[in-house]
């Protein structure tokens, strides 16, 4: 079974510019959250898919930050413009329904912001 | 709010050493307690966890005991190997039916390094 993929695995960019970031989940995870480390600090929750639905959003730290499910499948986040600060890796994880607690998760993208 | 605390690292240890990387958290009731793994180059990988007060997680030889007293879970291995070396991650997920059951809060995250 594939496990959480997401691309890229670095990104850099300048400021300013816009950045998307794609997370596939486990088939059949209808739970996709999505997680921000940033510069060795703890990592921080983002937000909550539950299939195509935004369960739990208040992690996005403004509104630069995109983020979609469309069809419950894979999802996207999109920075823009980007900002230095927003620099870190940011990871995706995925858990099957009926609220299991574990969690499985990505790789990460590294997003460098110049 | 939630929140865990990790001790700070870096942690370097010979091989063959006892670890122990503590881990506090505040909560309200009883949370789950993981403990993560990030390995260089890969992504976290869950390590173990526990659901409910005085349960003991295990695996490849690393241990945690969810104490609801000290409201702690500190990771600890009678011996490590090199193949340890990594990032570990002390998270909790609220309870189940609550608005952060699945959402993991984690601590800042320690790093081993394990010397031959």
């Known amino acids: 079974e594939a496990g959480v993929t997401q691309f890229p695995s670095h990104s850099v960019i300048e400021k300013g510019q816009t950045v998307t970031l794609r997370c596939d989940p486990i088939?059949?995870?209808?739970?996709l959250y999505w997680y921000r480390r940033v510069m060795g600090k703890e990592i921080k929750f983002l937000l909550h898919f539950v299939k195509e639905s935004k369960q739990d959003e208040s992690g996005m730290p403004n509104n630069r930050f995109l983020a979609e499910r469309t069809g419950g499948t894979y999802s996207t986040l999109k920075v823009q413009p980007a900002e230095l600060e927003d620099s870190g890796v940011y990871f995706c994880?995925?858990?099957?329904?009926?609220?299991?607690?574990?969690?499985?998760f990505g790789q990460g993208t590294r997003l460098t912001v110049v | 709010g939630n929140s865990v605390t990790q001790m700070e690292g870096p942690v370097t240890l010979s091989e063959e050493a006892f670890l122990t990387i503590n881990c506090t958290y505040t909560?309200?009731?009883?949370?789950?307690l993981f403990w993560y793994v990030q390995y260089p180059g890969e992504g976290l990988q869950l390590l173990l966890k526990a659901t409910k007060a005085d349960d003991k997680g295990s695996n490849k030889g690393f241990e945690a005991t969810y104490r609801k007293e000290t409201t702690s879970f500190h990771l600890e291995k009678g011996s490590v190997q090199v193949s340890d070396s990594a990032v570990y991650f002390c998270?909790?997920?609220?309870?189940?039916?609550?608005?952060?059951?699945?959402?993991?809060?984690f601590g800042q995250g320690t790093i081993l390094t394990v010397h031959p």
């Open positions: 994880a995925s858990s099957q329904a009926a609220g299991r607690a574990e969690a499985f």
């Open positions: 088939s059949g995870h209808d739970n």
């Open positions: 909560a309200t009731g009883y949370p789950s």
């Open positions: 998270a909790l997920s609220g309870l189940p039916g609550g608005t952060s059951y699945g959402k993991l809060t």
